[in-house]
C-alpha cells in the first residue's frame, strides 16, 4: 500500500519569500511522485512528477522538487513567492504499473502581500 | 487545447434522485479517473477504467453508484438514489496507460443534495 503525508495543512508566506511545502511518501516500491495544484472552483493541475532519473525536477510556475530515497521525501520549493501562487497544494504518489494516484490532504497556502 | 470536459458543472438535487454526471476525456487517453473531493475526506478515488473496462471501483458505494464507459469518449458517473451525504466535487481524469504519468483533471462537477 502507498501513503502520502503533507505536514502543514495550512502555509502562509510573504510575498518574495521562500515557499517549502512538505511531503512525505510511503511505498514499498519504487514510487512515481507528483504535485498538483488547484485554484478555487478548478480542477487540478499538474506542477511537476517524478518517475525515474533526475532526482530534482523542474514543474511550471517556478516550483521544483527534490526526490530523496533516503528520507522518503518530496517537498515542493520556489525561491520566490508570488500572489499568484496562493491555492491548494495536493502531494500524490503512483508506481509502475498502478497509476491510481493517492493523494495527500493538501496544504493551502496564502501569500501574505 | 486538449482537455478532459465534465457536465454539469454543478448539480443541486433533491435527495432520493437519481444524478448522472458525464466526463469526456482527452482523445486517445486510454485510463480514465472517478475522484470524489470533501473537506472531510479529500480526494477518494471511486472508480476508474482502462480501455473501458473497469479496473477498481473499490471505493464506490456499490449499493447506489455505478460508473460505465459507454465508449471511448464518454464515461459517466451514476448516483440513485442521491443522499445529501454525496455532496461534493465529483472529478473526472484520464491519462495514457502507456506512459504512465500524470493524470490529466477536468473542472469537476459540484454535486449537492439537499
Known amino acids: 500500500a502507498q501513503s502520502v503525508t503533507q505536514l502543514g495543512s495550512h502555509v502562509s508566506v510573504s510575498e518574495g519569500a521562500l515557499v517549502l511545502l512538505r511531503c512525505n511518501y510511503s511505498s514499498s516500491v519504487p514510487p512515481y511522485l507528483f504535485w498538483y495544484v488547484q485554484y478555487p472552483n478548478q480542477g487540478l493541475q499538474l506542477l511537476l512528477k517524478y518517475t525515474t532519473g533526475a532526482t530534482l525536477v523542474k514543474g511550471i510556475n517556478g516550483f521544483e522538487a527534490e526526490f530523496k530515497k533516503s528520507e522518503t521525501s518530496f517537498h515542493l520549493t520556489k525561491p520566490s513567492a508570488h500572489m499568484s501562487d496562493a491555492a491548494e497544494y495536493f502531494c500524490a504518489v503512483s508506481y509502475f504499473g498502478n497509476e491510481k494516484l493517492t493523494f495527500g490532504t493538501g496544504t493551502r497556502l496564502t501569500i501574505i502581500p | 487545447d486538449a482537455r478532459v470536459t465534465q457536465t454539469p458543472r454543478h448539480k443541486v438535487t433533491e435527495m432520493g434522485q437519481e444524478v448522472t454526471m458525464r466526463c469526456q476525456p482527452i482523445l486517445g487517453h486510454n485510463t480514465v479517473f472517478w475522484y470524489r473531493q470533501t473537506m472531510m475526506q479529500g480526494l477518494e478515488l471511486l472508480a476508474y477504467?482502462?480501455?473501458?473496462?473497469?479496473?477498481?471501483d473499490s471505493g464506490m458505494p456499490k449499493d447506489r453508484f455505478s460508473a460505465e464507459m459507454p465508449d471511448a469518449t464518454l464515461a459517466t458517473l451514476k448516483i440513485q438514489p442521491s443522499e445529501p451525504r454525496d455532496s461534493a466535487v465529483y472529478f473526472c481524469?484520464?491519462?495514457?496507460?502507456?506512459?504512465?504519468?500524470?493524470?490529466?483533471f477536468g473542472q469537476g462537477t459540484r454535486l449537492t443534495v439537499v
Open positions: 481524469a484520464s491519462g495514457l496507460r502507456e506512459r504512465n504519468t500524470e493524470a490529466f
Open positions: 477504467f482502462r480501455n473501458r473496462a473497469p479496473l477498481d
